[in-house]
Nanobody
């Protein structure tokens, strides 16, 4: 019954932008804290951003602060990650994940996951 599906990834040049979407197949999205994580080949999965249930609280990894913006539209059951000024280091598979608690950086504490969408930043 609970499902999260990411989309919006693709190939972009350094300095470009992408907007990722995470659509939830749930009764109501407002019960879920939602985070974005990414994993590059050979690297650990890392937290990118997270947004509270109300959308009033957000946090970001230092590596993306000032460049990425997380937002949510509970009516549309969708969470977004706007990625600007993309760098090659941002290349990774991006996942949205949800939990009933508050934002945490430890990915193992998120119960629900999407399938991932690939972001490649290259010239």
């Amino acid at each position: 019954q609970t499902q999260f599906v990411e989309s919006g990834g693709g190939l972009v040049q350094p300095g470009g932008s992408l907007r990722l979407s995470c659509v939830a197949s749930v009764a109501t999205l407002d019960g879920y804290t939602v985070g974005w994580f990414r994993q590059a080949p050979g690297k650990e999965r890392e937290g990118v951003s997270c947004i509270s249930r109300s959308g009033t609280s957000t946090n970001y990894a230092d590596s993306v602060k000032g460049r990425f913006t997380i937002s949510r539209d509970n009516a549309k059951k969708t969470v977004y990650l706007q990625m600007n000024s993309l760098k090659p280091e941002d290349t990774a598979s991006y996942y949205c994940a949800a939990r009933f608690g508050t934002c945490v950086g430890n990915w193992t504490l998120y119960a629900y996951w999407g399938q991932g969408t690939q972001v490649t930043v290259s010239s």
